[in-house]
């Protein structure tokens, strides 16, 4: 058997599915795209959706042995760390990480004992690379453009593509993020689009688009080959590069996205603690 048990936790506050995936016949999981709660007007974190899955996790008597994330989130916080600490397991993400790192570090204005080589993480995942949850078979498929270090995650017969698809009726990621690009999103979806049609397919949000009254995070290929409201099979790289730049032009940047990079790119670890003991975000003015 290489079909995993998923179990999808949904955010209303930042519409972020988070995923439990486990092999059925050893019990190892994996946990991807986890989230820390985060309150921006106090500064404050809790763990509220973390433990959610913690205690699934536990009561479930499941191994963790992955904690997954796609790529450097903009609009939630990893729990990563918090999950390692209460599970164990490795922190992971793909080995682009270090250009997203480079890129932000600059912008941030890190010192040099701020590292871009992604040694934050407790693995790099490269493109092709294979591993394990338990017995069940995963392989990661660089699929950049929303950012540059997206990975997609093919598990089983399942796949776990980050923010570089949502539902049909919704579309596809934005591309207007340091290090994105519309026709890089194209060719990236187009190897997703290779997979076969009865692959399910699990989507970091869902956003609700007008029509529907229920939150969904679960396609697969086949559909979204035949019903992609930016992408169906038949779309022009060129008709998709123009359409994207042209909605990613009217969109406002995500509500979370200097704190979340800012945590996300340290594998969710806070900054260093200044002189008086207390961590500090940064707000860069008039820069995104």
């Not at 993480?121 to 493109?127: A, R």
């Not at 995963?138 to 598990?155: D, E, K, L, Q, Y």
């Amino acid at each position: 058997m290489n079909k995993p048990d998923v179990t999808g936790f949904f955010d209303p506050a930042t519409y972020t599915i988070s995923y439990i995936v486990a092999d059925p016949e050893t019990q190892a999981c994996a946990i991807i795209d986890s989230l820390l709660d985060f309150d921006q007007a106090s500064g404050r974190t809790s763990t509220a959706s973390a433990d959610k899955l913690i205690n699934v996790v536990k009561a479930r008597g499941l191994n963790c042995e992955w904690i997954i994330d796609t790529h450097v989130h903009a609009d939630h916080l990893t729990a990563a760390p918090y999950i390692r600490e209460q599970l164990g397991g490795k922190t992971a993400i793909g080995a682009h990480v270090s250009t997203v790192q480079k890129v932000f570090s600059s912008i941030f204005n890190e010192g040099q004992s701020f590292h871009t080589d992604g040694s934050q993480f407790d693995h790099l995942f490269e493109e092709g690379e294979t591993y394990h949850i338990g017995k069940l078979s995963g392989r990661a498929i660089h699929t950049p453009g929303h950012t540059p270090a997206c990975m997609s995650h093919v598990i089983g017969d399942a796949v776990f593509v980050g923010d570089t698809l949502f539902m049909p009726d919704y579309g596809t990621a934005r591309c207007d993020f340091p290090g994105g690009d519309a026709g890089t999103l194209f060719d990236s979806i187009q190897r997703l689009f290779e997979l076969p049609d009865e692959t399910r397919m699990f989507l970091c949000h869902d956003y609700l688009p007008q029509g529907r009254d229920q939150y969904v995070w679960e396609t697969t290929v086949g559909a979204q080959k035949r019903g992609n409201i930016h992408v169906k099979a038949g779309t022009s790289r060129e008709a998709f590069i123009e359409m994207r730049t042209a909605r990613d032009a009217t969109l406002a940047m995500p509500q979370l996205i200097l704190p979340s990079v800012q945590i996300n790119m340290r594998a969710g670890h806070m900054p260093p603690p200044e002189a008086n003991g207390q961590s500090y975000m940064k707000l860069p003015i008039n820069m995104l």
